[in-house]
C-alpha cells in the first residue's frame, strides 16, 4: 500500500494507482489484488516477481481490463482506461499485447499460423492481403522461426518452445508499445528459456518495446528486468533496482524468496533466519495489518494492527515493512527513485 516508489505522473507510460480486483466465492470474495501501485518508463523493463497465487497474473491481466478491475486507475499513456468505452478500450488495446503463460493453449488449435498472425491485421485492416503475409513471415523470421515451414501448419504440430516464439510474434504483430509477459518461459526447458530471454532482449531493443515480465523465478527476472516489484497476497513488498534488491533485500519475504534459490552444492544449507515457515494464508481471508506477518520472522505486535505503507530506504528502493532488513534514510534525506529506464535506441 502507498504510492511513495511511484515517479512523475508525466513520466511513466504506464502508471497503476490502488489497483483492487476482487472475485466472488460463494457468498465470500478473494481479494486478490489489494491496492497495489505501479508505474514503467517508456522503454523500461518491470519485472514482477512472487510466489504463485500472489496475484502477478490477474494484475497483469487488469492492466489491459481482463478483468476489469473493482477500483483504482490505470493510466497508459495518460489516458485512464478504466474510463473508456468498449470501442475506445478495443482500440487503445491495440498497443497493449499480452504473451499468456500457456503458449499452447493460447493458441487457436484449427488455424494455421498464416490466419493466426494474419487475424489482427485483418480485423484493423492494415495492409493488403499480401502484405500481411509479408508482415507474418518478417516476424516469423524475428523470432527464429523458417516461414516456408511454419505459415502452413497448426500449433500443435510445434514444441513448447515454438509455440511461445509464436505467441511473442502474435503479440508483436500490431507493432504495440507495452508487452504484458505473463510467465512466458515458466513451462520451457531451460536451455529454451534461455532462448526466450535473448529473444525478447533482442525485440525490446528492435522494437522499442515496454515490457512488464510477470514470473516467480527470481534469477530470471534478475536478468531481464530495470526495476523489480516484489508481491504477497495480493499486495507489494519491495520495488527497487535489481542488482541493490538482490544484493541486500530489506524486506524479510524479499530475503526469503532469494534465500529460496537452490545453490548448486548438496552441503550448502539456506540461512535459518530466511527460512518462512508456515502456509500461505487465504486470499478470501487474509491477516490483518502487514499480510506476511503470520511467516515472518520480525513479525511483532504492531504488524497485526498496523498495515505498513511503502516507504524509501535508499539507494532507489521502496519498502513496506514496520522491520526493514535494512536502516532507513533520516525523514529529511533526499529521496532517490532511480534512473529509469534506458533511452530507446
Same mark, same amino acid.
Given at each position: ?167 511473442? @510474434?502474435?503479440? %508483436?504483430?500490431?507493432? $504495440? ?6 510467465? !512466458?518461459?515458466? #513451462?520451457?526447458? /531451460? =536451455? ?62 524479499? @530475503?526469503?524468496? %532469494?534465500?529460496?534459490? $537452490? ?6 544449507? !539456506?540461512?535459518? #533466519?530466511?527460512? /518462512? =515457515? ?62 529509469? @529506464?534506458?533511452?530507446?535506441?
Amino acid at each position: 500500500t502507498g504510492t511513495a516508489h511511484l515517479r512523475g505522473a508525466d513520466e511513466a507510460l504506464l502508471r497503476v494507482e490502488d489497483l483492487v480486483v476482487e472475485f466472488g466465492s460463494g457468498s465470500r470474495t478473494v481479494h486478490a489484488v489489494s491496492g497495489i501501485s505501479l508505474d514503467i518508463l517508456e522503454g523500461e523493463t518491470l519485472g514482477l516477481v512472487g510466489e504463485s497465487g500472489c496475484g502477478k497474473s490477474t494484475t497483469g491481466r487488469a492492466i489491459i481490463q481482463l478483468p476489469k478491475p473493482k477500483s483504482g486507475s490505470v493510466r497508459f499513456g495518460g489516458r485512464d482506461l478504466a474510463l473508456m468505452s468498449g470501442a475506445e478500450l478495443r482500440k487503445v488495446r491495440t498497443d497493449l499485447q499480452l504473451i499468456f503463460q500457456d503458449p499452447i493453449s493460447s493458441l487457436n488449435p484449427r488455424r494455421k499460423v498464416r490466419d493466426i498472425l494474419a487475424e489482427p491485421l485483418r480485423i484493423w485492416k492494415r495492409g493488403t492481403k499480401a502484405e500481411q503475409e509479408q508482415t507474418a513471415r518478417r516476424l516469423l523470421d524475428t523470432v527464429g522461426l523458417d516461414p516456408d515451414l511454419a505459415l502452413d501448419r497448426r500449433p500443435h504440430q510445434f514444441s513448447g518452445g515454438q509455440c511461445q516464439r509464436l505467441s511473442i @510474434a502474435r503479440a %508483436l504483430v500490431l507493432e $504495440p508499445k507495452l508487452v504484458i509477459c505473463d510467465e !512466458p518461459v515458466s #513451462a520451457l526447458d /531451460v =536451455s529454451v528459456q534461455a532462448q526466450i530471454l535473448n529473444l525478447l532482449e533482442d525485440l525490446k531493443a528492435k522494437y522499442r518495446l515496454t515490457l512488464v515480465f510477470i514470473a516467480h523465478d527470481l534469477a530470471v527476472v534478475k536478468n531481464i528486468s530495470d526495476r523489480v516489484a516484489v508481491m504477497y497476497l495480493g499486495k507489494l513488498c519491495e520495488v527497487g533496482p535489481p542488482d541493490t534488491l538482490y544484493e541486500r533485500p530489506a524486506h524479510p519475504y524479499t @530475503a526469503a524468496l %532469494l534465500a529460496s534459490i $537452490p545453490v548448486p552444492d548438496p552441503t550448502v544449507r !539456506p540461512p535459518e #533466519a530466511d527460512v /518462512v =515457515s508456515g502456509d500461505l494464508p487465504s486470499p478470501i481471508d487474509p491477516p490483518s495489518g502487514c499480510r506476511f506477518r503470520t511467516r515472518c520472522p520480525r513479525a511483532e505486535a504492531r504488524c497485526a494492527v498496523e498495515e505498513p505503507q511503502m516507504r524509501p530506504v535508499g539507494d532507489g528502493r521502496f519498502v513496506a515493512c514496520h522491520f526493514p532488513l535494512v536502516d532507513t534514510p533520516p525523514a529529511d534525506a533526499p529521496v532517490t527513485v532511480g534512473a529509469g @529506464a534506458p533511452a530507446p535506441a
